[in-house]
C-alpha cells in the first residue's frame, strides 16, 4: 500500500466536504419549499398552517406501526410534509417538492415515458395517504403533491378521485396537464383512487378549490379558540 500524502488528505476531505454541501443544500431547499407553500396556505385561507419537523421520517417506511399507538392529534402533524389545522372538516396531506429546473422534463407527462421523479413523489403521498385511512374517521382524505420547479413555477398534482369532492367544473378555467400512472397501493385502489392525475398551476388551483378544501368544524374547540384569539 503507497504512501497516503498530504494532497491526498486534502482531496479526501474536498470530496467529504462537496457531499455535506449537497446534502445540506438539499435539506435547505426542502425547508425553502415547504415554507413557500405554507405561506401560500396561510394567505388564502387565514388559517394557520406549519412546516412539519423533521418531515417524511416519523411514519416513514419502518415507522408506520407506531399509528396504533399514536393520539390522532400526533398522527395529523406527522403526515406529509405541512401541519393543517385539526378544526379542517377535511384530512389534507401536502407532500411538497422543490427542485432546480431540469429535474423534471414536462413534455415527458404528455407520453408513457412519466419522470422518475413524478412518480416516486406521487408513490410517497400515496404512501401517507395509505396510513391515513388507517385512522377511522370521517374525514375525507384530500392528498395534494405540491412541487416547484426553480424558474419554471409551482404546481398542485392531484387524483382524479378528489374530483368527488371538488367537482370536476374546477377545470373549466384553469389550464392543466392531465397523465397516468398506476396505483400500486390496493388499499387505494379500494378506495376509489384511480390512475389518472392533474397537476395544475398552485395558486390558482388553492384560489379555486379554496372554499371545499378549507372547510371548518365551527363546534371543533381548536377552532372555537383560534376564532376567539384572532377576534
Known amino acids: 500500500m503507497g504512501k497516503i500524502t498530504v494532497e491526498d488528505q486534502l482531496e479526501d476531505f474536498q470530496k467529504l466536504s462537496i457531499q455535506k ?3 445540506i443544500n438539499s435539506k435547505s431547499k426542502g425547508k425553502t419549499g415547504e415554507a413557500y407553500f405554507v ?32 393520539t390522532m392529534g400526533q398522527i395529523d402533524v406527522s403526515l ?22 431540469d429535474t423534471i422534463s414536462f413534455h415527458n407527462l404528455m407520453t408513457k ?21 388507517m385512522i377511522k374517521d370521517n374525514k375525507k382524505i384530500i392528498p395534494i403533491l405540491c412541487i416547484k420547479i426553480t424558474r419554471v ?40 383512487f384511480l390512475d389518472r392525475y392533474y397537476m395544475i398551476d398552485f395558486n390558482e388551483f388553492i384560489n379555486v378549490v379554496k372554499n371545499k378544501l378549507f372547510e371548518v368544524n365551527e363546534e371543533h374547540p381548536d377552532f372555537i379558540e383560534f376564532f376567539n384569539r384572532k377576534n
Open 80 to 101: 406529509g410534509d405541512i401541519i393543517c389545522p385539526s378544526f379542517l372538516k377535511n384530512r389534507l396531506i401536502f407532500e411538497s417538492k422543490n427542485y432546480a429546473e
Open 113 to 133: 415515458d412519466i419522470p422518475k421523479k413524478i412518480i416516486e413523489w406521487q408513490e410517497q403521498i400515496e404512501y401517507d395517504t395509505e396510513t391515513a385511512y
Open 21 to 23: 454541501k449537497k446534502k
Open 153 to 192: 413555477g409551482s404546481f398542485a398534482v392531484f387524483n382524479l378521485k378528489l374530483m368527488e369532492t371538488f367537482g370536476t367544473d374546477i377545470l373549466d378555467n384553469l389550464n392543466y396537464v392531465c397523465f397516468k400512472k398506476p396505483i400500486t397501493s390496493q388499499k387505494l385502489i379500494d378506495e376509489g
Open 39 to 70: 405561506n401560500i396556505l396561510k394567505d388564502i385561507s387565514s388559517y394557520p398552517f406549519f412546516r412539519t419537523p423533521n418531515s417524511g421520517s416519523f411514519l416513514g417506511q419502518e415507522n408506520r406501526r407506531r399509528v396504533s399507538q399514536m
